[in-house]
């Protein structure tokens, strides 16, 4: 039985196979306003995340049937482009970058704080909602097409193509092209990106920074000549190929 019985309050999924985990986080995000849903298997978050289309999944990764992962992998092969923020307690690099190179748009360490968790849900949901209709402050409103010598982002139809080829983005690998577009040839620091993308107020995940800048050159690069730059020590600007330093 759905225990979604709020109207107007953001719908978290919440799914993890320790019951423990899986109450602790409910309250606690029911607490803070959300109405929350919850499920015990890969395959059960799966058709819940189907029929009840949340504004957010908390996913672990190590799930006794169909793991994280592979939950998200199926919900991005269907176009399913709900936040996803990972539960996990493997936090190597090549865990990390496999989480989130399926599309997932954050990861949460076990054992966490409740506290900071439902700081990143707020943090998530806030860059979704406003990603609906801008890409942030520095953007003008009325430009929901960005263009930067061959490459062109499209908000309104949620596209970017680079000399013409379509190119496929994750929602946060979006959300990053689209604000660095929108402040090209301006470097940028880690922390003025995790502010404006991700929505987080402090720079102590600096990582996730490098890994999706990372996503993004390896989508771009084969298309043309390098469009974001790195400026040692400070962050990263994208800018056109003719432009000179």
């Known amino acids: 039985m759905s225990d979604r019985d709020t109207v107007g309050q953001p719908h978290v999924l919440v799914v993890d196979d320790e019951p423990n985990i ?131 982002l499209d908000e309104r139809s949620w596209t970017v193509r680079r000399g013409g080829t379509p190119l496929e983005l994750s929602p946060t690998e979006f959300r990053l092209l689209a604000y660095l577009m929108a402040n090209a040839g301006r470097v940028l620091t880690r922390t003025q990106l995790l502010e404006n993308v991700w929505g987080w107020d402090y720079a102590g995940q600096s990582q996730i920074v490098e890994t999706y800048v990372s996503y993004l050159r390896r989508k771009l690069d084969p298309l043309g000549p390098p469009l974001i730059h790195t400026q040692r020590g400070v962050g990263y600007m994208l800018r056109s190929p003719d432009e000179r330093r």
């Open 22 to 152: 899986r109450d602790l986080v409910q309250a606690a995000l029911r607490f803070h306003g959300f109405d929350v849903t919850t499920a015990a298997t890969g395959s059960a978050g799966l058709t819940q995340a189907r029929a009840q289309s949340p504004d957010l999944i908390v996913l672990d990764v190590l799930l006794p049937d169909i793991n994280g992962f592979d939950v998200c992998r199926q919900l991005r092969a269907e176009h399913n482009h709900v936040p996803v923020i990972y539960l996990t307690a493997r936090d190597t690099p090549s865990d990390t970058v496999t989480g989130l190179s399926l599309g997932g748009d954050d990861y949460v360490t076990k054992p966490f704080s409740v506290e900071a968790l439902v700081a990143r849900v707020r943090a998530l949901l806030r860059r979704a909602y406003r990603g609906s209709g801008g890409v942030g402050a520095n953007s003008k409103e009325t430009d929901v097409a960005l263009r930067v010598a061959d490459l062109e």
